[in-house]
């Protein structure tokens, strides 16, 4: 052996020792897994009254940690996402609704991933993420080491599904929430030695309805609809995994040094089901519309049976989380929550009254209503011309309007709300344009959902939910097109993901960026049926299908804010193409 070779020995044995001892010390910094699922309600537990449903995972974790009584998020999936990840108001973080680009938050934006990064964390999530498909918005982009799941608002086949693990494409087997678990398991199993955030959104039980038989069977025997059994069932098997979960960190030695956080993101996708009798489900600006569980479990620090009964709030859970960890937040980040970590371990924090401010878009407009001003006695609600007023001590179910014998309360919540909603939405700006031309990601997809068109053409789903496409194009004087924001100039290869009918064949496709444009005769119709989809329930969304791609040339782009389009300059049968998106590749 030689020398130089001892060396070495000696310096990787050092380099393993002083690694062994980094880990030691940052392993007092405890581990945390953020557990989210996707149009669960209040009720869909059965620790919250529900004498339908079996989650003895859940009602173990209510008990064994704090039960936040209280605890209120946003009426639709991406803008609550945006609020637990930044601890600020959804509308200032730029998200504003679900789809056409409305659900993206700026990338400037400081989330609990790259919070916990700088702390010096191994980051990582499984799931949906919903806002923003496109780098940087994306969550490699916002501070996620590991990312495997999917990035749009919903995903169409829960079984086999193809997720996207770092950018890249991956077939799986199986159910979707149980691959997503197989890998957050494999992610914790990886990094016991050091400090790690994870943060696993399942995306059940949002629609489509898909559950395994054994689950469905189970629900349907107890005499519930279709839907609600796919519900229950979907619930029921993620209370399986979040125990799968458990276990595991129960194996490596995990548990005391590891917060888990289980919650939702809105009310239950749809109003006939067991909700506590609250007014209100999904999309709603009432207490059942908003009002979500929230259970933290960190067994030695946290007092079993601790009930936190304050009225808390998505803005609160980054400061909330990285106050429990020990870090420390810069006053730059400007967050509008506060850590309600003194709650769960003081006997009589402090806990000032505030309001809390709910607003909900309508497709892709921005008015001022419908909305929401809660604090500790009352709740103000408006959908349409007039101000609703509930006292919620009194009458938690909404059930009397009390607006006109307390005009002056209507008055000042009203008015408290007017400034909040000016102040929140005076740096918004719809929709941002797509970044192209980042080194981190150098193929993007524009996708049709974030496209603008001319009036005819319309989207085949009829709502523009996350996964569908543009139809009913039969005019040579109509156009799609996308706003692009090319951060680095470069050659990229144009292509498009559509299809055609039989006998509109000999379709000229054309797309134009500022300067340049690319064109191709489509001469083979590609008009493929549906792919088979096991759905309990008729869904409300697109069903999957096949797309045919067609690489039109290169185009050089500038950078810059620009528009880029497309046109069909013939039309040889009744229609063109059906548009799912248009994709730039960067050469080299």
């Given at each position: 052996m030689n020398i130089k070779h001892v060396l070495n020995i000696s310096i990787f044995s050092c380099l393993l020792a002083l690694n062994a001892c980094s880990n030691s010390e940052k392993k007092e910094q405890p581990n945390v897994v953020i557990i989210l699922t996707d149009d669960q309600g209040w009720g869909d537990i059965a620790s919250h009254g529900n004498p339908d449903i079996e989650t003895p995972v859940l009602d173990g974790m209510a008990k064994s940690g704090a039960w936040f009584e209280?605890?209120?998020?946003?009426?639709?999936?991406?803008?609550?996402?945006?609020?637990?990840?930044t601890g600020r108001d959804h509308l200032r973080t730029g998200t504003q609704w679900v789809t056409y680009g409305l659900e993206n938050m700026r990338s400037e934006e400081v989330?609990?991933?790259?919070?916990?990064?700088?702390?010096?964390?191994?980051?990582?999530?499984?799931?949906?993420?919903?806002?923003?498909?496109?780098?940087?918005?994306?969550?490699?982009?916002?501070?996620?080491d590991t990312f495997f799941g999917f990035k749009k608002g919903h995903f169409n086949n829960y079984f086999d599904s193809e997720l996207e693990y770092n950018g890249e494409p991956v077939e799986t087997e199986g159910y979707i929430t149980d691959v997503l678990t197989d890998s957050a398991l494999s992610f914790i199993e990886q990094n016991k030695n050091t400090p790690f955030l994870t943060y696993i959104p399942y995306n059940a039980p949002?629609?489509?309805f898909q559950v395994p038989d054994r689950y469905f069977d189970k629900y349907k025997a107890k005499g519930l609809s279709d839907k609600n059994a796919s519900v229950y069932g979907m619930v029921e098997n993620i209370d399986d995994n979040i125990g799968r979960i458990l276990k595991k960190l129960d194996d490596l030695d995990l548990t005391k040094n590891t917060i888990v956080i289980f919650m939702t993101d809105n009310g239950p996708n749809g109003g006939d089901r067991y909700n506590g009798e609250m007014k209100g489900w999904k999309a709603k600006v009432d207490e059942g519309g908003v009002r979500?569980?929230?259970?933290?479990?960190?067994?030695?620090?946290?007092?079993?049976?601790?009930?936190?009964?304050?009225?808390?709030?998505?803005?609160?859970?980054l400061p909330s989380i990285a106050d429990l960890a020990g870090i420390k937040l810069p006053d730059s980040l400007n967050l509008d929550g506060r850590s309600?970590?003194?709650?769960?371990?003081?006997?009589?924090?402090?806990?000032?009254?505030?309001?809390?401010?709910?607003?909900?878009?309508?497709?892709?407009?921005?008015?001022?209503?419908?909305?929401?001003?809660?604090?500790?006695?009352?709740?103000?609600?408006?959908?349409?011309?007039?101000?609703?007023?509930?006292?919620?001590?009194?009458?938690?179910?909404?059930?009397?309007?009390?607006?006109?014998?307390?005009?002056?309360?209507?008055?000042?919540?009203?008015?408290?709300?007017?400034?909040?909603?000016?102040?929140?939405?005076?740096?918004?700006?719809?929709?941002?344009?797509?970044?192209?031309?980042?080194?981190?990601?150098?193929?993007?997809t524009l996708p049709a959902v974030e496209s603008y068109f001319s009036d005819e053409i319309e989207f085949f789903g009829k709502s523009g939910w996350s996964n569908d496409w543009l139809t009913n194009w039969n005019s040579t004087e109509s156009k799609i097109w996308w706003e692009m924001d090319?951060?680095?100039?470069?050659?990229?290869?144009?292509?498009?993901?559509?299809?055609?009918?039989?006998?509109?064949?000999?379709?000229?496709?054309?797309?134009?960026?500022?300067?340049?444009?690319?064109?191709?005769?489509?001469?083979?119709?590609?008009?493929?049926?549906?792919?088979?989809?096991?759905?309990?329930?008729?869904?409300?969304?697109?069903?999957?299908?096949?797309?045919?791609?067609?690489?039109?040339?290169?185009?050089?782009l500038t950078n810059g804010i620009q528009k880029i389009s497309l046109q069909s300059l013939t039309i040889p049968g009744e229609e063109s193409i059906e548009v799912k998106s248009l994709n730039l590749s960067r050469i080299n």
């Open positions: 209280r605890f209120f998020v946003s009426p639709v999936c991406a803008p609550t996402r945006a609020s637990l990840l989330t609990f991933g790259e919070v916990f990064k700088k702390a010096g964390y191994e980051t990582s999530m499984f799931g949906k993420w919903h806002n923003g498909s496109h780098y940087p918005m994306d969550p490699k982009g916002q501070g996620f949002h629609s489509p979500v569980p929230l259970f933290i479990r960190w067994p030695g620090k946290i007092e079993s049976g601790t009930v936190v009964e304050e009225l808390t709030a998505h803005i609160d859970f309600f970590a003194p709650l769960i371990f003081e006997q009589d924090a402090k806990w000032p009254d505030r309001f809390l401010y709910t607003h909900q878009s309508r497709w892709d407009s921005l008015e001022q209503f419908p909305a929401s001003v809660r604090n500790n006695r009352y709740r103000l609600v408006r959908y349409g011309d007039n101000w609703e007023l509930y006292d919620m001590q009194m009458d938690p179910f909404q059930r009397k309007d009390i607006s006109t014998s307390e005009p002056g309360i209507v008055d000042s919540l009203s008015a408290a709300y007017g400034s909040w909603f000016e102040e929140v939405t005076q740096n918004l700006k719809g929709r941002n344009p797509i970044p192209v031309g980042y080194d981190e990601s150098p193929d993007v090319v951060v680095k100039s470069g050659e990229f290869e144009v292509s498009l993901d559509y299809t055609l009918q039989n006998g509109d064949e000999n379709v000229l496709v054309q797309v134009n960026s500022d300067s340049q444009k690319v064109s191709k005769v489509i001469t083979q119709p590609f008009d493929p049926d549906f792919e088979p989809s096991p759905d309990r329930v008729e869904r409300g969304e697109v069903y999957e299908k096949e797309w045919a791609r067609l690489n039109l040339g290169t185009m050089h």
